[in-house]
């Protein structure tokens, strides 16, 4: 067997690397992968988590969607691909901000205006990109990501990035939460939520550029938001809903990353199956297991244990 | 229960002032010349009707509305989240089904929402959150997801909230509007004692004055953006009501209840507005409305 078939899924599209060993943890790609794909899955988790109490889906999924113009200008300039993520999501949080997306009203609109625009220049790009020489993969990268072929120069870039998002989320936990469940709270508790608001969106369109590199610009939503939906399903607790964000998001990668792997030894012989659509698979499924086992199991809206309360009139 | 919110030891007086504020909203003044005061200790209710500019009033007063013209003086140190700063509730929050957060964690985020970090439990942050749940008759609920609880549920863990901080001026927008009216006696006995008690000046905004009626000190009536602000035996008259809408209306007081009511066609100001709306498409006689009176006083 040549030594290059053992490199999975889009690896043999677009990777330098030659895989190293037999065993998956022996191959270097696989370790870079593991290591970035871990780094980003902790940093999108937590960002996703209020993007899910906060309602902003949407928003998450644009900066994804226009991320692939991002990508194609990477390309084209020979850039890294993911500093064409982070410049373009960059753009378009400051865009959405000018338009609005801070008000509850007409935050869609905003959004989805921002969205239309871009979403044609980055057609006109990626179209420009698979016309370059040498460059065949590139649409393929960009759209469902490039674990496995991350160049050992971008490893650090994307880590620390990974560090910077998931200390920022850290350290605007409680502001954000109080901002996010309600924001005249927020405010009546003195908390500036011009600021706030801003800091989450730059969190996102980070978070949202991190996550496209691992699965693709297309399906950075669901790596996004997928694990803190069947968290916030399953916990009641804030912090128990993070821990569990943060879990789901770093095992459905690293279990996306192994399956990739061995999909090489499954049909159609020769070709692995894309990191991207094992991630998204099983965090898909987690969150319908979630979902089935609080209507099954649980009540409603996580089980509130021991007889319904009633309304205690002692006190007043 | 006295230990629960922090007096403020010989400081009594002004709490709050409202110098001739105006307020513009696109174009329009939704305020107009607005000035009241409040002393600690003080419950007043801010009552008019739908549009009135009852909450434009409230964010004024919280910074989140600037003013075109005119002061609003409170006493220094007081700042929204602080010990003896200002607690608020909303008059509408709606917190998604699936939010992760608990009862208790949200009267927390009372305490230390806006600091940095994660919200780590500690021992203290839980009996401060757990002892205003009880406060307001919300112990069983502690557990509960803050999107699974009912209007007048959720209306209480925000009071509950709003107050874990010991805030010296509480402001309410509508804490009655979704309360059965067991509910709305114990909210408003709960507001009541925290002014007798704790020494805390309250600032509750209704449509309807006949809940407020026993337990408020200060009545601040608002319309068309105008206010007529005094005790109610000041203000609750004809001659005062009808210069503040711009046109007769009568007092009626029926079963220990008042009615505002105006002529058909014009804006009536009580409480049972929409019921009187509602009553007028039949009949239109005013008496009718204090049919309602009697189960409310029961
Ligand atoms: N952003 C805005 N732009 C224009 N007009 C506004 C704006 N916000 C509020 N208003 C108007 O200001 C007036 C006062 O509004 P406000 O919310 O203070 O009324 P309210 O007394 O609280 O009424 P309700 O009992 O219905 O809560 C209303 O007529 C409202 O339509
Ligand atoms: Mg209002």
């Not at chain 1, 980055?122 to 990268?141: E, F, H, I, K, R």
């Not at chain 2, 007529?228 to 009568?250: F, M, N």
Request: proline share 5%; charged share 15%; with cysteine.
């Amino acid at each position: 067997m040549a030594e290059h078939m053992l490199i999975p899924g889009l690896l043999a599209l677009a990777s330098p690397y030659p895989a190293l060993s037999a065993t998956p943890l022996g191959s270097s790609p696989v370790q870079t992968a593991l290591l970035v794909g871990g780094a980003v899955a902790v940093a999108s988790a937590m960002v996703g988590l209020f993007t899910v109490v906060r309602g902003q889906s949407f928003a998450g999924h644009a900066l994804g969607d226009v991320g692939t113009a991002g990508g194609s200008v990477s390309y084209l300039f020979g850039l890294d691909v993911l500093v064409g993520f982070v410049g373009i999501a960059l753009i378009t949080a400051a865009l959405m901000d000018l338009f609005g997306i801070d008000r509850e009203e007409g935050r869609d609109v905003a959004t989805g205006g921002v969205l239309g625009s871009m979403l044609g220049v980055g057609a006109l790009l990626l179209y420009l990109d698979s016309t370059l020489p040498g460059s065949s993969g590139s649409a393929m990268v960009i759209l469902f990501g490039s674990l496995f072929s991350i160049p050992g120069a971008a490893v650090p870039f994307a880590i620390m990035l990974s560090l910077l998002v998931a200390g920022g989320v850290g350290l605007l936990f409680r502001p954000l939460l109080l901002d996010s469940v309600n924001s005249d709270l927020a405010r009546a508790s003195g908390i500036r939520r011009r600021v706030v608001g801003r800091m989450y969106l730059l969190l996102l369109a980070l978070g949202i550029a991190l996550s496209s590199l691992t699965i693709g610009a297309i399906l950075s939503t669901a790596l996004l938001v997928g694990p803190a939906a069947a968290a916030a399903v399953l916990f009641r607790r804030p912090l128990h809903a993070f821990l569990a964000a943060v879990a789901v998001s770093v095992l459905s990668v690293w279990a996306g990353i192994f399956l990739s792997y061995y999909s090489y030894y499954w049909p159609p012989y020769g070709h692995g199956w894309p990191v991207s659509f094992f991630v998204v698979a099983i965090i898909f499924a987690t969150y319908l297991g979630a979902r089935g086992y609080c209507q099954t199991l649980g009540r409603r809206t996580g089980s509130i244990p021991g007889p319904l309360p009633t309304l205690d009139r002692g006190p007043l | 229960m006295s230990d629960l919110i922090a007096a403020q030891p010989g400081n009594t007086g002004e709490v709050l002032s409202l110098d001739g504020v105006t307020v513009w909203l696109s174009g329009r003044t939704v305020l107009d010349d607005v000035s009241f005061s409040l002393h600690q200790g003080q419950l007043a209710g801010l009552i008019g009707s739908n549009g009135a500019g009852k909450t434009t009033i409230l964010r004024v007063i919280l910074g989140l509305q600037s003013v075109a013209s005119g002061l609003v003086n409170i006493r220094p140190g007081f700042r929204p989240g602080k010990p003896g700063g200002i607690g608020y509730v909303p008059q509408k929050v709606v917190i998604g089904k699936d939010v992760p957060l608990r009862a208790r964690d949200l009267v927390g985020l009372g305490l230390d929402g806006a600091r940095a970090g994660f919200p780590f439990p500690s021992r203290a942050k839980r009996l401060a959150a757990d002892q205003m749940l009880e406060a307001v008759g919300m112990t069983g609920f502690a557990n509960a997801r803050v999107g699974s609880l009912s209007g007048g549920e959720l209306q209480r863990v925000l009071i509950a909230h709003s107050l874990v901080s010991k805030p010296s001026l509480l402001l309410l927008d509508e804490p009655l509007a979704n309360l059965d009216i067991a509910s709305e006696q114990d909210v408003v006995a709960l507001l009541s004692r925290l002014c007798r008690e704790q020494e805390i000046a309250v600032l509750v905004t209704a449509h309807d004055v006949n809940p407020l009626l026993s337990v408020m000190d200060r009545v601040i009536y608002v319309a068309r953006g105008n206010v007529a602000s005094g005790t109610t035996g000041e203000v609750i008259r004809q001659d005062v009501l009808s210069a503040l809408y711009g046109h007769h209306v009568d007092v009626l007081r029926v079963h220990n209840r008042i009615l505002v009511v105006a002529e058909a066609g014009l804006e009536p100001q009580s409480g049972d507005t929409e019921r009187q709306f509602g009553a007028q498409g039949d009949s239109g006689a005013p008496g009718e409305a204090g049919s309602t009176g009697p189960d409310a006083n029961g």
